[in-house]
Structures are given as structure tokens and as C-alpha cells.
């Protein structure tokens, strides 16, 4: 019997740990990666563009001690949400399993809940229900990285960074609504 898979890089159905889909097979290089890196992106970023921190409304709030300066945030979202996709990326590069689909099910979930904060909390300037939106995301995101870490520690790695500073915004947020 002839084994027909191949390894990675090279042409054929599927070396182990290779691309499984169409969707795998695209995302599976460097032109995946930066795909997936855009996306994560421009996804995270398109709220606070619809309707971010330059309002009147937020301007007029009396900003918490810890409050870091604006320009910060771009800089630590822009590197929060490109080192999400690579983990991403690394997931779907993993063999697939139950895990997997698991993992990046979670991710969407948490990643829902992230982009539901900013309109939450500049766009309807409900800071409670801000707060209990970010609670939430620091718990489903707290289990993602578990689930991750089940099919790649690299992976998983990637994103303490990211659940460090959602623990921080929550503290903050908390402050916004306490003072105002």
C-alpha cells in the first residue's frame, strides 16, 4: 500500500498537521497569516471607528487615575489583535479535532463579545452594561486560551497578553463607572 499524503509546503492532499479544507490550505501560509492578521484587525477596529473615544460625551467623563493616554490603546489593540491571529493561525495549522473546533469556536465567541464593548460603552454610553460585557469576555476569554492551550501552548501563549490587558480594561472600566 502506498501512503499518498505529503508534508507541509509541498503539493498534495494533506501531510500531518497540513491543511485539512480549502480554508486551511489558504490560511495555511504566510498570505493566511497576513490574511488573518487583517482581518482580526480590521474587525477589532471598525467599532471604535463607528463610534469611539472622540465624543463629547467621553471627553466630558472624569477619567480614572490609571487611565492611560489615549494613543496607547490603538498601539496595544493593534498588537493584542495581531498577536490573536497568529494564534489563530497556529490552530489552524493544528491537526484537526474536536479541540480545534472547539478552540476556534471560542475564539469567535470571546472575540463577539469584544467588539460588542465598544458601541456598548462609547456609541450607548451604558458604562454598567460595558462592564458586565468586558466581565464576560474576560471569563470566555479565560477559557479560550485553556481550549488553546489543549491544541498548542504557542497558541495559547499568544493570547495571556491579550486576556492581561481585557483584566485591566475591566478594572477600569469599573473605575469609569464608579466616578461617574
Not at 498537521?17 to 493566511?32: E, K, Q, Y
Not at 501552548?153 to 475591566?170: K, S, T
Request: include cysteine; charged fraction near 10%; aromatic fraction near 12%.
Amino acid at each position: 500500500m502506498t501512503d499518498t499524503t505529503t508534508t507541509r509546503g509541498s503539493s498534495g492532499p494533506r501531510g500531518p498537521g497540513g491543511p485539512i479544507s480549502a480554508l486551511d490550505d489558504r490560511l495555511d501560509g504566510l498570505v493566511g497569516l497576513a490574511a488573518l492578521i487583517l482581518a482580526v484587525n480590521v474587525a477589532g477596529a471598525v467599532p471604535a471607528v463607528l463610534g469611539g473615544p472622540d465624543s463629547a460625551w467621553f471627553a466630558a467623563l472624569t477619567k480614572p487615575a490609571i487611565y492611560p493616554p489615549s494613543w496607547l490603546f490603538g498601539v496595544v489593540w493593534t498588537a493584542l489583535f495581531t498577536l490573536s491571529a497568529v494564534a489563530v493561525w497556529l490552530l489552524v495549522r493544528a491537526e484537526p479535532s474536536a479541540a480545534r473546533r472547539l478552540a476556534l469556536g471560542a475564539f469567535v465567541l470571546q472575540f463577539a463579545f469584544n467588539v460588542a464593548w465598544t458601541p456598548t460603552f462609547f456609541a450607548f454610553q451604558r458604562i454598567a452594561a460595558a462592564l458586565a460585557i468586558i466581565v464576560v469576555l474576560a471569563v470566555l476569554l479565560a477559557g479560550t486560551v485553556a481550549a488553546f492551550a489543549r491544541v498548542d501552548r504557542r497558541a495559547a501563549a499568544l493570547l495571556v497578553p491579550y486576556l492581561a490587558w481585557v483584566c485591566f480594561a475591566a478594572v477600569l472600566n469599573y473605575r469609569f463607572l464608579a466616578l461617574n
